[in-house]
Structure formats: structure tokens, C-alpha cells
């Protein structure tokens, strides 16, 4: 039978979801303890999952990383400056948190990173949502419930935090900023980057194999917006029934692939209809080395489509959420689907 990972199973459960968002405007921070090659501040300003502003405790200073933002200087000569001290003032604030939570965990030295991820989205049908999450030395910490305006502790020393937040006025000032404020920002990038940011470049697609007992792997890449959807089907049925969480890999043995037809079928918004790829027509690679060296060599290009920052594993899965995801692991999207 076929076992997939949690990956899949999200594409699955999340489909309708994926296709719905149309514009996303997210937020990272990073603090990290000092005494190791690496910022103790960073920030990164993502639209709709690329990358357009970055901000560090070396430099100091907010830069635009694409150039549509750039537009914004002809109405805006002050933004950048804004922008910049704006996350001068996070910055102390980080140095300072990340030393709270060492406290609560009752901590006086290592290296321990405290991060922070929020944002909006902005459906075509008007539908709004937002998030925020924080975490510490790679688990959730907490994150913001916006209906109720209240915060869920994932780890006791939490609590501590959970508490103050919302016995005074930064639960109010975060559920506002998410609903109103962050929504009007997305709305004006939207503007300056619309050639850029509702673009449609279509997936390329390919199935391949190491060898002929190894799994077979459904890959996609090249495409745009990023929100992409690739699935199994089973002589012409989808192959959901099997799922089983915290798996790395979706695998079938052999001799099933012998007995029955299956096929990847990868959806996206750039897309008239699904492409359907048969199983029977994949490229088995020519050797162990040429297969870890074509695959690294994949890996690689789509590590660099990512932004460098530090994130966490959500609690409970084995989904890495990284720049181009929203909110929670179960919005995370991988781009190979492993048969």
C-alpha cells in the first residue's frame, strides 16, 4: 500500500485552500544570541513568497531586495527611512526578549534563537486572514488566535508571555494591525509589483526514479505563483485512503507499480486544466551517482528560490515551514511528491 507523508496528506486536506489565497504579505524575524557568525537581528519582508525587503543588526538598515518595490520612493521618500528605524527599535526589543525567554527556561548561556512570523492574505473573493507565530531554538512558543484575540502557549514557559500580552493592550494592537493595517500595506505592494506578482509561469514537470526498486519521484519546479498542488492517482483514482502522518516519503513497492497504472497529477493556477504524467513513462537515472548528483543539483535550485532564514519545525510534523509558506505547517507546500 502506498504511505505518504505529511506533505502530501496537506495537499490533499488543503487543496481548496491553496488555490483561494491570492496575495500573501509575510514577515520573519530573527533573533539569535550573540558570539556565532550570524546577525543577532535579521528581518525579511516577503509578497506573495518572493522576497523584498531585508533588514540586519550589522547593517542597520532596511533595503528593497526587487525592483518593483523600488517604485514606492517616487510617492514615498521617506519610507526606507522609516522602514529602517522602525526595525532598529524590533531590534533592541529581540535583545531583549531573547534574554526573557532564556530566563523562563531557566537558561545563562548557548546559542538560542527566538523567531517571529506574521502576516496577512488577501483572497479574490475580499476574504482576509492573519497570523502571527513565535518560536524558540527551532519549537512553537506561541501564537496569536485573531478571532478570539487570546494566544496559545505550546510549552509551558509560555505561559508567562501568554499572560502579560493579554492582560494588556498587545493582544488589541496585533488583531488590528492583522486585520486592517497589514491588509492596506498588501494591497499597495500589490499595486507597485501587479506585473511581477500576478504573473502566471507554468510548472515543469518530471518523473524519475534512482533506480528500479527505489521510489518514484514526482517533481515540479519553474512555476509561479508558488501554491501548487501534485498528487497520485491510482488506475484513475486519487491515492488518499492510505495516508499516514509522520512519514518522510510517499513509497509503493515495486511490484505494484507492475500491477496497476498510476499517475502524477500536478495543479496550478497557471494551468487550463491538471497535467497528468503516467508512471510507466518516468526516467529511471543511470546510476546512484548520477541520480544524488541530478537531485542535489535540484535540490540546490530550489534552496536558492528560498530565503535564507532560520525557521522552525512546526510541533507535531515533519514539515519545515519556510519562506514561501503561510501561517501554519499544514499551509507549507513541497515541490516533489515521492511515489
Known amino acids: 500500500s502506498a504511505r505518504c507523508s505529511d506533505s502530501l496528506y496537506m495537499f490533499i486536506s488543503f487543496a481548496a485552500y491553496i488555490f483561494t489565497a491570492t496575495h500573501s504579505l509575510q514577515y520573519f524575524y530573527t533573533g539569535v544570541t550573540p558570539g556565532i557568525n550570524f546577525p543577532e537581528f535579521t528581518a525579511v519582508g516577503m509578497m506573495d513568497g518572493g522576497q523584498f525587503m531585508y533588514y540586519n543588526s550589522n547593517e542597520r538598515k532596511a533595503v528593497p531586495k526587487t525592483d518593483w518595490i523600488k517604485k514606492i520612493d517616487g510617492d514615498d521618500a521617506e519610507y526606507w527611512k522609516r522602514e529602517t528605524q522602525i526595525l532598529q527599535g524590533t531590534q533592541e526589543r529581540f535583545k531583549v526578549g531573547v534574554q526573557t525567554i532564556m530566563k523562563h527556561f531557566n537558561q545563562t548561556k548557548g546559542i538560542h534563537t527566538v523567531q517571529y512570523m506574521y502576516g496577512c492574505e488577501l ?161 529511471v537515472l543511470p546510476g546512484r551517482r548520477d541520480f544524488n548528483k541530478n537531485f542535489l543539483s535540484t535540490m540546490i535550485l530550489l534552496n536558492s528560490q528560498v530565503i535564507q532564514v532560520l525557521i522552525w519545525r512546526v510541533t507535531g510534523s515533519d514539515c519545515w515551514c519556510s519562506g514561501g509558506c503561510s501561517p501554519a505547517c499544514p499551509h507549507c507546500l513541497c515541490r516533489s511528491c515521492y511515489l
Request: aromatic share 10%.
Open 123 to 283: 483572497d479574490d473573493d475580499k476574504t482576509r486572514r492573519g497570523y502571527e507565530q513565535n518560536g524558540y531554538d527551532g519549537e512553537d512558543f506561541l501564537s496569536l488566535d485573531l478571532k478570539t484575540g487570546t494566544w496559545i502557549a505550546t510549552v509551558p514557559q509560555a505561559f508567562i508571555t501568554k499572560q502579560k500580552w493579554e492582560s494588556g493592550i498587545v493582544s488589541m494592537l496585533k488583531v488590528a494591525y492583522l486585520e486592517n493595517e497589514c491588509i492596506k500595506w498588501l494591497q499597495k505592494y500589490v499595486d507597485y509589483g501587479r506585473s511581477v506578482l500576478e504573473r502566471k509561469d507554468r510548472p515543469e514537470v518530471s518523473l524519475f526514479q534512482k533506480d528500479s526498486g527505489s521510489p518514484v519521484v514526482c517533481h515540479a519546479t519553474g512555476f509561479f505563483p508558488k501554491a501548487v498542488m501534485i498528487s497520485w492517482q491510482k488506475n484513475g483514482e486519487d491515492l488518499n485512503e492510505d495516508v499516514e502522518l509522520r512519514e518522510t516519503f510517499c513509497t509503493l513497492v515495486p511490484e505494484e507499480l507492475k500491477n496497476n497504472n498510476y499517475t502524477c497529477v500536478v495543479q496550478h493556477s497557471s494551468l487550463e486544466k491538471e497535467l497528468v504524467l503516467k508512471v510507466s513513462e518516468r526516467r
